[in-house]
């Protein structure tokens, strides 16, 4: 792993949903800061000469040990998730890499280029894509369960950056475009409900039309976005994603709307999937859906974010290991990531431009 230091927020869960998938992290760059490192090193019991100082280091030594790493997890914030995947491509590792893709739209599409050339498979962890009645929704959606899809709606609502604005508000490097990219909450949250749309719909988003804000001067990227989107097929739908949202924890939810029926999902209830069909309301579970794939963790323990990380990993591990259809199609992949980067920049685009309508062509 590289990232995932002590005290972050993301390092522990990409270790636990590894392991949950009999993946075992023996190596890494956890900080910047080689003592954090260490100690992140010795919290994942991990030997002190398998803590490297830097990401060179690690592909280096990896690559020359016979039992070197197989894949890594890219775990930093925004801006060193270019470099680190570059130098893995480099290394013929695997990479599954937390959102967003990059830093900038120019960047992502150097990362497409790079995994083209070389034979490193690649992920992203749009985790909120791997829980098992998202995907439900998606499978019942492509099945035609609720009719051609009219209208989509999908809500990111946190309170994170609620209240006064401040420098050190939260991880202060989402609100440094020198780290975060060039978008705040429209990427950090943002790009997690835009692809939730595109998965569970199966349909790509042809243009957009966004209004971003932030609060005050002192922040320089965009704290909450309301975006209008339309999809092919003639569907239309709102995205809002908020980061200013008083008392939200991390109110995600989304509502399909076909000509013949409604899906409705909430992460509060994740393990819920609400159908609507002519005049009937059922509550789907694992259990009642009948699920056919089976789930790293009993149904209906574990909703936090450990799971979908698990089923993420196992899916990975299984694209690697013969499976690469997965990747792109169950499974988030760069196609997902250079998606979801444009989405960022033609919001940014949009928005500055007085919310006007841009498309999402190449
Ligand atoms: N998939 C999800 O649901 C989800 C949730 C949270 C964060 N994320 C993403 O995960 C990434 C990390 O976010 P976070 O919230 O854990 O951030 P964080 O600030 O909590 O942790 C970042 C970690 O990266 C380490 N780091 C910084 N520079 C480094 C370097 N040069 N080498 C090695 N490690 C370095 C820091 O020391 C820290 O431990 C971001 O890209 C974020 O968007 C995804």
Known sequence: MVGGGPGSFIGGIHRLGAQIAGIDLVAGVFS??????????????IAPDRCYPTAEAL????????DGIDMVAIATPNHLHLPVALQAIAAGVDIISDKPATATLAEVLLLRDALA???????????????????EARARIAAGEIGAVRKTIVTYAQGTLAGPARPDAV?????????????????????????????????????????????????????????????????????????????????????????RGALHWHFDQADMLRLVRGGDTSLLTP????????TPVP?????????????????????????????????PGIEAGVRSMRFVERAVASSADGAGWVTLDG
């Open 287 to 294: 259990a009642s859906a009948g699920l056919l794939a089976p």
């Open 171 to 259: 991880r202060s490097w989402r609100t440094d475009p020198a780290q975060a990219g060039v978008g705040g909450c429209v990427s950090d949250i943002g790009t997690h409900a835009f692809n939730l749309a595109e998965y569970v719909t199966g349909t790509p988003v042809t243009a957009i039309c966004a209004d971003l804000g932030s609060q005050g001067d002192e922040r320089l990227l965009d704290d909450d976005c309301t975006v209008l989107l339309r999809f092919g097929g003639g569907g239309r739908g709102a995205l809002i994603a908020s980061q200013i949202a008083f008392g939200e924890r991390n109110a995600l939810s989304f509502q399909v709307y076909g000509d």
């Open 299 to 331: 149904r209906g323990i574990g909703n936090g974010l450990i799971a979908p990380f698990a089923i993420l990993y196992r899916d990975f591990a299984e694209a690697c290991a013969g499976k690469p259809e997965l990747i792109d199609n169950m499974l």
């Open 32 to 45: 910047g800061n080689r003592d954090k490192s260490l100690e992140a090193a010795r919290g994942y019991g």
């Open 117 to 135: 050339k070389g034979d490193s498979r690649y992920a992203l962890t749009f985790t909120y894509s791997a829980y098992p009645m998202v995907r």
């Open 59 to 66: 592909f280096a030594a990896e690559s020359a040990r016979a």
